[in-house]
């Protein structure tokens, strides 16, 4: 039965068409609100800054928080210093990746992480994973927002932590289909919003405030709207936002959280709309 026409709201950016096509495949009415982009951060002198001590042996261990900031921290860094140079660097450090997008990039030139945090992927697995390790001069390469939890947990082991940023999450060019799906949140005409990253809460809080319908919005995704979290990291920035979150997949994956909500609809809505 899947979603048997419920309409459901996806947020996603990058893979905005494949959510989409997930969503049909499922028998749901997908409603595409793409809400951020990725913006590399173009004088990061904070980066240079950190090339110039990675290269110097002043780290042990680098923490690769996602695959593609990694991809963007390397661009940058070539844009100044050789490939010879920054892979050698990278030999010398234990290399530790906060799951599976972080190693595919690394594989991509030919290396592999020495530790890979397990699912669902969060800065508590990463903190388990690094637990027994020795290093204490630890670079972090973040994500677009800081991981303060992850920072203080190295810290509060003696770690001397350097966070390195090299992109930041901002509002799609075009927010009108964001603006759009604000409205029809808060006039209880979606069934389901899917929520695959926490920066997707902020921008629709943003955006509904925007369009002076946020009390609405939130009263809908209380009281009507199923919410779906992808994982801890999406569901604890949702809570802390006042949002409930009523399902989360058995994998953070995009097509697990489709597919297990899916299977959920009929139950899910029939839950959220008899509460009181």
Known sequence: MGFDGARVLS???RRANEMATLIRNQGGVPIVAPSMREATLEQNEELYTFARRFFSGEFDMLILLTGVGFRAMRAKILERHSEAE????LRRVKLVARGPKPTAALR???????IIAP?????REVLAATSTCTERHIAVQEYGRIN??????LRARG???TPVPVYQWMLPEDTQPLRAAARSLAAGEVDIALFT???QVTHLLQMAAAESVEPALRAALRSSTVVSSIGPTCTTALEEDGIPVDFAPSHPKMGFLVKETADRCGDLLASKRRSP
Do not use: C, K
């Open 11 to 13: 947020l996603e950016s």
């Open 86 to 89: 920054l892979m050698d660097a």
């Open 108 to 114: 991509e030139i030919g290396l592999a992480p020495a």
């Open 119 to 123: 699912e669902p992927n969060t800065w």
């Open 148 to 153: 303060h939890e992850l920072l203080d947990g």
């Open 159 to 161: 770690a001397e932590v």
């Open 197 to 199: 990253t926490s920066i």
